[in-house]
């Protein structure tokens, strides 16, 4: 019986083997990019120093070994079509700094993309992807991001197809990262790249980090030895969340098998970032070599009141245990709230004086109150029956969807602009309100959640997470959510504490987590 119920879990994690075969990305790739902190602003000098870092710095030695310059490193091309480093920036060379990196021991990787211009604007690849490969493989590099910006509207697949082919003829392996124009309906990712990016860019906030988390979660299936799901790169050391949010942020992306590409400036990093993105433990689960994607598995309510976490939107039904009522609102228009008909709280500004976008949770009503948070005008809208939007009666911003990367798959408001994204169709009959952008829900958060996915050998790795605002929430993980028998006993290792908390059998109930805050275990069966 044990066999059995852990043959129908790991097969209800398992995915059909049709990874791209170049020998590479066997298990999900580790390094440092160059995006996230510097932007355009990169140079030979940094990367230099960065590949230092890395190794001064252990991490290197925990597994961390690309070394990516992101955009801007390119500026022309010369007579034949070479492609030519900024000579600024890099005046040495491409192939010189190549050099240095591998003689750290690490692996250098580039950036370019497969439209006629990068994102900045610096030249792209299109119609020189045999010429592009054969330089990067004479330069020594070991990494190629493709982006997908000034696309001359050739298919997705085909565009980064022609570059694979081009990577595998260039003589030399190179890990082929695929960054934007893939849907969760394409079955050609795997086939195609090492990791593709199944999200909008990355902020570094916890509103878009959870929602990039939550929008990779719909990819699982596609990820496994050869090929990853990418919600982005790594926020950790950047400073805009804090030190919780940010081991939270790096236990969602280990368990999600998601590429660990750190995007802080190495060099400045304080001992609690160093601690958080060299824990072995965890980067453990990242690298197991079976190689199953880790996915959401059970939400709940927070058991304290007043408890939230970010206002999402989703498509049509969704599947399994969900509840109905997370997606029916009652619109007041006497005191201007919208309600959730699931917890009776209303939608809620984040700040009173949030600028745009600006982030939305639900939150108990208080419109009206003296003491409360705005005096409770962060919860009053107008709905405005001409062009069907709710309009802040705050800060007169528009409630709308997402669609410029800022916080994720969320909600947020910004500047009235009339486009489909602050559309909101309501149905009066069931109480849904959906937006016309993508036909989405908008739908109320539950707080807590447990992620669980299978590891070599039989154990489970689990992340419990409080997503809401409130501290000492405790979560029970029961052994037949994880595929164990409900009777059995097994040990539980938490793995931010380095620490067996010993045998138990049916379930495991945490002690309190904080707000935006995961313990992380791994439970294995005792035999």
């Known amino acids: 019986m044990v066999r059995l119920l852990l043959i129908i879990y790991v097969l209800c994690f398992t995915q059909i083997s049709h990874q791209l075969n170049n020998g590479l990305g066997r298990t999900p790739q580790m390094g440092w990019n160059s995006w996230n902190h510097f932007h355009c602003s990169i140079n030979e000098t940094t990367v230099r120093q960065t590949a230092d870092g890395i190794v001064a710095t252990g991490l290197a030695a925990a597994g961390y070994l690309y070394v990516n310059m992101d955009d801007c490193w390119q500026k022309s091309r010369d007579s034949q079509g070479t492609i030519q480093a900024d000579p600024i920036a890099f005046p040495n060379g491409i192939p010189a700094l190549a050099d240095y990196v591998h003689s ?134 950047n400073g805009g969340m804090t030190d919780t949010e940010y081991r939270t942020h790096f236990s969602l992306w280990s368990i999600s098998k998601a590429p660990l590409i750190i995007g802080c400036d190495v060099t400045k990093m304080s001992a609690a970032t160093i601690v958080t993105l060299t824990n072995r433990e965890v980067i453990a689960v990242n690298q197991d070599p079976l190689g199953v994607q880790g996915k959401k598995i059970a939400s709940f309510s927070a058991r304290l009141p007043n408890a939230s976490s970010g206002v999402q939107v989703t498509n049509n039904t969704p599947a399994g245990n969900f509840d109905l009522r997370r997606r029916q609102w009652i619109y007041d228009a006497q005191d201007g709230s919208i309600r959730s008909a699931y917890s009776g709280k209303c939608l809620s500004i984040f700040r009173c004086n949030p600028g ?69 169709m309501w149905n009066t009959t069931d109480g849904t309100l959906r937006n016309k952008h993508q036909n989405e829900y908008l739908v109320a958060p539950l707080e807590l959640e447990i992620w669980a996915g299978p590891l070599q050998g039989g154990s489970q790795s689990v992340v419990l997470l409080n997503r809401g605002e409130n501290d000492n929430e405790q979560i029970t993980v029961n052994w037949t959510d994880i595929g164990f028998p409900m009777n059995q006993a097994a040990s539980v290792r938490d793995l931010w504490a380095h620490q067996d908390l010993g045998i138990f059998t049916g379930n495991y109930t945490s002690s309190n987590i904080a707000s935006h805050a995961a313990v992380m275990l791994n439970i294995t069966l005792v035999k």
């Not at 497969?114 to 054969?134: I, V």
């Not at 911003?397 to 486009?419: E, I, K, S």
Request: glycine share 10%; with cysteine.
């Open 104 to 237: 750290r021991k690490l692996k250098f990787g580039l950036y370019s993309d497969r439209g006629y211009k990068t994102c900045a604007g610096r030249p792209g690849s299109l119609g020189y992807e045999t010429k592009d490969a054969n330089t990067y493989a004479q330069w020594g590099v070991d990494y190629l991001k493709l982006d997908s910006c000034y696309t001359d509207g050739t298919p997705t697949e085909v565009e980064y197809s022609k570059m694979r082919d081009a990577l595998n003829a260039s003589g030399r392996a190179i890990f082929y990262s695929l960054c934007g124009g893939v849907t969760v309906n394409d079955a050609w990712p795997p086939k195609v790249g090492n990791s593709w990016r199944t999200t909008n860019d990355i902020q570094d906030n916890w509103f878009s980090m959870i929602n990039n988390i939550d929008f990779n979660n719909f990819f699982t299936e596609k990820a496994g030895p050869g090929g990853w799901n990418d919600p982005d790169m790594l926020e950790i050391g």
């Open 356 to 424: 745009q976008p600006a982030h939305l949770f639900l939150d108990n009503c208080q419109i009206g109150d003296p003491h409360a948070q705005c005096q409770g005008k962060n919860q009053q809208w107008l709905a405005n029956t001409t062009d069907q939007s709710f309009v802040s009666q705050m800060n007169g911003l528009c409630l709308a969807v997402d669609v410029y990367g800022n916080d994720g798959p969320a909600v947020n408001t910004f500047v009235c602009n009339h486009q489909e994204n602050e559309i909101w």
